[in-house]
């Protein structure tokens, strides 16, 4: 029933305006799914490649879609992936890029729960799936690779920690952006907005601490249940492998390893954060172990760059006991199966995954199918934005379908 007919491979716009690669998977019962790769902009060294769509297409079309049309089965993920990969050939799909794989192995994943008239959660995860839901991370101030001149600091977050349900959670972050927008007008400071929908003023990253732990405060009393906040420090934009520094431009500030590990440890204690990203270089394994044995008790020390979804970089992780939790993007890795098999290691080893958009994004939903299906405890999708509300919206429909 879930045999593949048709694979069909087209170019869409992202929500930064460039181009990127939409797949849609047809089967031989009527089965329908189409999925859109996302795309990075603060990209870990050690993510699958990404080739330029007009190239990705070409190459899927040539390799990749005769070995699955009339060949493999859509409701059959672990088979569609592994033909993407034998079809890819090399180890980081730089032969039909890292975009046509996932939206690809998307799409075939959204066919064949189409087929079975099943969520793509349920088909995903199990008949048992839908009960539990993410905490969602909201995106509300940042700067980095995300917006020119603004904070050093990537992206500052919102956590509703004590949301009593994702609806609850996904308005009071978006209470969150709305209340930074006020703090912001009563200080005189104009913002526009990153590329995640976060506000981008030009202050420091002191400043922007200020604001957000203010807003959370305030929204906090408003709603009556716990939000926190955390940080995607995104360490390796800034870092300089030269001089060994961290370089904060905003406050003029550099920092060597052992000052960049006190630094986030002090935050972490002096703002009670509930999550800090890629706070170290990606190759700094041994900087990570040392700020998780100092603060991995009280707050998530999340990988992104440092583990880019891939299970041989996590179990070196694990290892040393770099981290406590691992961020999930199936593009930086190329399939689903592969996102799947990072959070099975990463649940086997007491690692929380964090289920992530990109920075540049489509109204794909998959993401919020895939954190229901894998019971993920948080889910990094924006707060506000066509492309995010797409995802935070999905998860308010998947547990009011769930009820
Ligand atoms: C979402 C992020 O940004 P990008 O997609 O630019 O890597 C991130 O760094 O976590
Ligand atoms: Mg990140």
Known sequence: MTLITD???RRILDSRGNPTVEADVLTESGGFGRAAAPSGASTGEFEAIERAPTEAIAAAREHAVPRLVG????????????????????????????????AISMAA??????????????????????????????????????????????????????????????FANAAVHG??????????????????????????DEEAFEIV???VSTVEDEVGFEIRFGLDVAAAEMYDADSETYEYESADISRDTAEQIEYIADLVRE???????????????????ELTDEVGDRTLICGDDLFVTNTDRLAEGIEIDAANSILIKPNQIGTLTDAFDAIELATENGYDSVISHRSGETEDTTIAHLAVATDAP?????????????KLNELIRIADDAT
């Open 179 to 204: 209340e930074v927008a006020d703090l912001l007008e009563e200080r005189g400071v104009p913002s526009g907005k990153g590329d995640e929908g976060a506000w981008a003023p030009s202050v420091d």
């Open 271 to 289: 703002y009670d954060l509930a999550y800090v990203e890629d706070p170290l270089d990606e190759n700094d394994y041994e900087a990570f172990a």
């Open 71 to 102: 060949e493999a089965y859509a409701g059959n993920q672990r088979e569609v992936d592994s033909i993407l990969r034998a079809a890819d050939g090399t180890d980081d799909f730089s032969e039909i890029g890292a975009n046509s794989a996932v």
């Open 378 to 390: 948080f889910i990094k999708t924006g707060a506000v934005g066509g492309e995010r509300t797409a």
């Open 109 to 170: 994943a959204k066919a064949g729960a189409d087929v079975l008239g099943a969520p793509l959660f349920q088909h995903l995860g199990g008949a048992f799936r839908g009960r539990n839901f993410p905490t969602p991370l909201g995106n509300v101030v940042g700067g980095g690779e995300h917006a020119a001149d603004a904070t050093d600091i990537q992206e500052f977050l919102a956590a509703p920690v004590g949301a009593p349900s994702v609806e609850d959670a996904v």
């Open 213 to 215: 732990d203010e807003a």
């Open 7 to 9: 694979v069909r491979l």
